[in-house]
């Protein structure tokens, strides 16, 4: 990020547009030439509200002045992005304490999206966490914390620093503080406040007997105001920056109900005298119970993360030439080390085994419940738990590139965004504690012209005030969202964002890659026939010289056989390949194209006689690959390989089948391949001949159809259909470009998850809308009962506290949603 950015009020400006005009320099990616400076300015200078912009291609920044009222930093990023370039951005996290209902986490998010140079901002209340975007150096933790604190909150930094290992340990043992001293907090109130609930149920049960007047008021006091002080200092930071949440609610409530209390004290008639210590007490320490349950039920939700979190070993045996073991910090490992794990303990990277052979337990990173064997040359997970064995593995990747960082970054991204119906419900939470104000008010002013008096009017009005509650509705989204995706990442199934979840469970139809998604992608040379006149090796050799520079699953079996038969491997020059047809290149002399007729034909390639063409479709009705071979111009053989359907891809069609849910395959292969996987496997349809980019055409064209279509695919050429489908999902034993443009990854390469990925979407969005429909029915109904005077203020109190715990509880019922096998 360049040092050079700045955001500043212009003096200047000022003095004739007071705080509407802002000055900010953006860095500038991609600039090459002065005609690239002038396009940027040009775009720039078009947007409504810009009245300066110098873009230096020196510096590589655009600085720019403009009215604030009209655009802000995102918007003249955007349109600095449409012309071709792009500005760098920096994501900051934090957690945040002191919210207490969705109306705290608004007002946050609000707070960091006024700041300069801050593209977007999310506060999530079910994770006490807040999430930003910004183009801005001037925007770091220093500056995010003030916001934050300004807000009336209190903000620590997720992001990595050089004590970042101290601040994780330090964050845990202020979350166990925190805990430890709300449960004392909630020892003491419980205690001071049970004689008073307990004179009233002495008094039920006709027991002519209460406490003192003068003991009550010994015994709510410390309630009120030490137990209680949290609701006060929230009340009035909240009030302070023009808002309200729930704290000013119960505030205003308990207040009433004290104050009442003192009141009748003073001036009652003796021996006639109405007390509502209890009331205000109950409801603090009703409350305070509910929030400690609450905050117990959210960790819950979101424990999947730290589950996640604890796998990372913080250090491992490395092994040096000369000195043997030595143990050193995880950062202190670079790519080609090799360390050693021994038996029960966590792999601390991901690498290959080089020596030893084990069993693994993947289970918390794929899924996978049974050991997996790993022996020398077999990739392995940092992590995983090793078995019996001692394994030493040579490092491949550390830090932020290691399959458990990518899987937490995965996690995280999805449980930190908002489902689109957050956005009604943050409507709705701006605005519910005035609205619940103004009820009380009412009901206060129509109990008193009704002639109930003012005790009687002031008690409906406090059980209206304390038994709103807007933290159900803050809740119900987020914590769904969040056990729905932990769930999720328990059992393999990695959800990138809410929208892929959202579109999940409206697949009606699922596309299926052939090579590596219902086969095991690692085919086998079945038979090598080369023409009459074609020595066998000689046309292996040549092949394997080719398909050597390929990364392609059938090229590797090829060079595989070829090393198996300890053929020489020839080097060769002038390799091309044509996407979805083959390859060619000169080896020793001789011209070699591999591939498709289709590529043969287009090189001018005599074509093969009747009985060569019907061995071939034999091998192909049979799934059998067939690759064909030319040298120097002339047919010269085919090759047939085998690629064994995945033990579960029946069973995942049968499912999807089941759910009414079309399946099809689209395939590199010939037709007869593809005709013969499709029918064993019960698939609507099977193509073959398909090219990568047929693939996304295919999808294109069902969703002209209204079809809602999700493509499962694992390598680079499925990308494009992945990014075009409603829901992309990624094999995980794929490649990285996959992984990244799916929504949805399968941490292990079994079909059957694709049924899951469904399942868990069509799960998590019912605990949404149950948790939403209860969260407003209890508002809905709770309200109007109390402004009726049905309910106590007490009742009310122990009716708002239960409300959150509910919807948070129902929420966690789906940490015990499993893959059903």
Not at 110 to 115: I, P, V, Y
Request: hydrophobic fraction near 45%; charged fraction near 25%.
């Amino acid at each position: 990020m360049d040092s050079r950015i700045e955001t500043r009020e212009s003096d200047a400006a000022s003095k004739a547009a007071p705080s509407h005009q802002a000055e900010i320099s953006l860095p500038v990616e991609g600039m090459t030439c002065a005609n690239c400076a002038g396009r940027v300015e040009k775009a720039i200078a078009g947007l409504d509200g810009v009245a300066e912009v110098d873009v230096n291609l020196a510096l590589n920044f655009a600085h720019v002045r403009f009215d604030a009222d009209k655009l802000n930093a995102a918007n003249i990023a955007d349109k600095i992005k449409d012309a071709g370039y792009s500005v760098p951005q920096q994501q900051l996290s934090y957690d945040i304490d002191g919210m207490t209902c969705a109306n705290c986490a608004l007002r946050v998010e609000k707070a960091l999206s006024a700041m300069p140079g801050v593209s977007s901002a999310t506060v999530n209340f079910a994770l006490e966490r807040a999430d930003i975007e910004t183009f801005s150096d001037k925007v770091n933790d220093a500056a995010v914390i003030k916001a934050i604190e300004d807000a009336g909150y209190h903000a620590t930094s997720r992001n990595k620093s050089a004590e970042g290992d101290d601040a994780e340990s330090a964050g845990k043992a202020n979350t166990a503080g925190k805990v430890d001293k709300s449960l004392v907090m909630l020892g003491i109130s419980a205690l001071l406040t049970a004689p008073l609930v307990l004179q009233m149920v002495w008094m039920n049960l006709g027991v002519a007997y209460h406490l003192p007047a003068w003991l009550e008021l010994v015994l709510a006091t410390p309630v009120q105001f030490i137990i209680g002080q949290r609701f006060y200092k929230g009340a009035w930071a909240a009030l302070r920056h023009r808002s309200a949440n729930m704290d000013v609610l119960v505030a205003l409530g308990t207040s009433s109900a004290y104050f009442l209390s003192i009141y009748n004290m003073a001036f009652g008639q003796a021996g006639n005298i109405h007390l509502y210590f209890e009331a205000s007490a109950a409801i603090i320490t009703l409350i305070l119970a509910g929030k400690i349950m609450e905050d117990r039920a959210k960790r819950g939700a979101s424990a999947a993360i730290r589950e996640l979190m604890a796998l990372r070993p913080r250090r491992a045996r490395k092994l040096v030439e000369g000195k043997g073991e030595q143990e050193v910090a995880i950062e202190d490992l670079t790519v080609g080390d090799i360390v050693r794990v021994l038996p029960g303990e966590r792999l601390p990277v991901d690498g290959a085994v080089v020596a030893g052979e084990s069993e693994l337990d993947e289970s918390l990173i794929t899924g996978e419940t049974r050991p997996v064997a790993r022996v020398p040359g077999d990739a392995v997970v940092g992590g995983a738990v090793n078995g019996t064995g001692r394994l030493d593995i040579e490092v491949r990747a550390v830090g932020d590139d290691t399959t458990l960082s990518r899987i937490i970054r995965l996690v995280e991204k999805a449980q930190t965004g908002k489902a689109p119906v957050q956005k009604l419900v943050d409507r709705v939470s701006s605005v519910f504690v005035p609205v619940v104000v103004a009820i009380a008010i009412v009901t206060l002013a129509v109990w008193l012209l009704m002639g109930f008096g003012a005790e009687a009017s002031i008690v409906a009005a406090v059980s209206v005030l304390v038994i709103a509650c807007p933290c159900a509705l803050g809740l119900a989204t987020p914590t769904a969202l969040v056990a729905g995706t932990g769930s999720a990442a328990r059992n393999g199934i990695l959800i990138r964002n809410f929208e892929a979840l959202e579109q999940a469970h409206n697949v009606d139809t699922v596309i299926f890659d052939k090579t590596g998604t219902l086969t095991e992608g690692t085919p086998t040379v079945r038979d090598v026939r080369p023409t009459d006149g074609t020595d066998r090796n000689d046309m292996l050799r040549l092949v394997a010289g080719v398909q050597a520079a390929s990364e392609h699953p059938l090229a590797r079996a090829m060079v595989s056989l070829a090393r198996d038969e300890e053929l020489i491997i020839p080097e060769i020059t002038d390799f091309k390949s044509k996407t979805g047809a083959g390859v060619f290149a000169k080896v020793d002399g001789h011209a070699v194209a591999i591939g498709t007729e289709a590529l043969l034909t287009d090189q001018g390639i005599a074509s093969f006689d009747d009985a060569i063409a019907t061995e071939i479709k034999k091998h192909e009705g049979e799934g059998r690959t067939v690759v064909l071979v030319a040298i120097d111009g002339a047919f010269a053989g085919y090759i047939t390989l085998e690629d064994r359907i995945r033990e579960s891809a029946k069973q995942a069609i049968a499912d999807l089948k089941a759910r009414g849910i079309s399946s099809i395959m689209l395939s590199g292969d010939s037709q007869d391949v593809a005709t013969h996987v499709a029918r064993e496997l019960g698939l609507e349809r099977g193509e073959g001949r398909i090219r990568p980019q047929d693939k996304a055409l295919e999808v294109e064209k069902l969703r002209k159809q209204r079809r809602r279509v999700a493509m499962v695919g694992d390598g680079i050429n499925d990308a494009p259909a992945l990014a075009a489908a409603d829901v992309g999902i990624a094999m995980g034993g794929g490649t990285d470009v996959a992984m990244e443009t799916a929504g949805i990854t399968l941490m292990r390469s079994d079909p059957a998850l694709v049924s899951a990925a469904i399942d868990i979407s069509i799960a998590t969005r019912r605990k949404i809308a149950q948790n939403l429909f209860w969260a407003f029915a209890y508002n809905v109904v709770g309200l109007p009962l109390a402004a009726l005077g049905v309910l106590s203020p007490a009742i009310a109190g122990a009716a708002m506290a239960l409300s959150s715990v509910s919807v948070v509880g129902n929420s966690l019922t789906l940490r015990r949603w499993k893959v059903r096998r």
